[in-house]
């Protein structure tokens, strides 16, 4: 039975809104919690997308770790290899969230993902080799992030990065290896390519021209680079085949943004796994982030194959 390994993060997201904005007080609002972290968060997608998921990472042995793993369980998602330490407490991710419902700024704690090192990825790599897709996120150290990818590389194994945030996005400029595909969002990849570069959702094709030439100049040793650009859409810049579009998203209203980007990852890897072409992966990775954009939760409890499905018609008229 053909698989995805995800490798990545693991945490307890804790949100916090409020109508207020007094700086030096505390203000009155909401505070909710679910089980997160970038990987986590895209294997609990794909799972729920039908498709057999391992998931590698480090939790720590408490009672938030605890709540991830009890809350993280199902039939398709096999949990066996995360590595449980007292070492660290399990990581923490704090969100304030806009008027949108969007992030308005993060604080993250992920000491813990030290601990996803070479020796725990070698113990580990003969189900990475027999991977029909991996998942990567930068939440894991430089050292580690090259290990896998020469790994990949060497053994002809599809991957896709998922970059995380502005710091951690900069680890990939020292990987001496081509990189097969990563998912930045335009806020990230501004920062990687040190470019203030501006797109409008009018899709005007010099702008996006402009765009990629800038990053066939700036990072020629990535393959596919994949922008997500919130509610405006989807960039996809292919630079081995030389060519790019755009794909507008749709207009809806948003309960929660936290998990968005993780869920269009999913989405995506659900139609590169089932060998579907670029363009109609990009639009299952839109449709599968609409589905979360409308949960409390990070990851749909709503979620399935066959809703995936009935969304894609109803936003495309197709059947998958």
């Known amino acids: ?154 053994n002809k194994i599809k991957y896709i990065i998922e970059p995380v945030s502005i710091q951690k996005i900069n680890k990939l400029y020292n990987i001496k290896e081509n990189i097969q595909c990563i998912t930045p969002n335009i806020v990230e990849l501004r920062n990687f390519i040190n470019e203030d570069f501006v797109f409008n959702n009018e899709k005007d094709d010099n702008d996006i021209k402009k765009i990629f030439d800038l990053i066939k100049y700036k990072i020629n040793f990535i393959d596919d680079i994949i922008v997500t650009l919130g509610k405006d859409g989807v960039l996809f810049f292919d630079i081995i085949n030389d060519e790019y579009f755009y794909e507008k998203s749709f207009s809806i209203d948003v309960i929660n943004a936290n998990g968005a980007g993780d869920a269009f990852l999913a989405g995506y890897s659900y139609g590169i796994y089932n060998e579907f072409d670029k363009i109609k992966s990009v639009r299952l990775g839109i449709c599968n982030s609409l589905i979360n954009l409308q949960s409390d939760d990070t990851v749909s409890k709503l979620l399935s194959e066959d809703l995936l499905k009935k969304t894609y018609w109803r936003f495309y008229n197709e059947f998958i």
């Open 1 to 154: 039975m053909s698989y995805v390994s995800v490798i990545g993060g693991i945490n307890i997201d804790l949100n916090a809104k409020t109508d207020y904005n007094y700086k030096f007080n505390s203000n009155p609002g909401n505070i909710f919690y679910s089980a997160g972290g970038v990987g986590r968060n895209v294997a609990e997608n794909i799972s729920k997308l039908g498709i057999k998921t391992y998931l590698f990472g480090v939790v720590g042995l408490d009672i938030f770790g605890e709540y991830v793993i009890d809350t993280t369980k199902n039939i398709n998602l096999d949990l066996s290899k995360i590595l449980k330490t007292k070492k660290y407490s399990t990581g923490i991710y704090l969100s304030i969230l806009n008027n949108d419902n969007d992030m308005s700024y993060a604080i993250s704690d992920m000491k813990i993902n030290s601990l996803i090192d070479r020796n725990y990825i070698k113990n580990n790599l003969e189900i990475l080799l027999n991977s029909k897709l991996c998942i990567i996120d930068t939440n894991l150290d430089y050292e580690t992030i090259l290990y896998i990818v020469h790994f990949l590389n060497c």
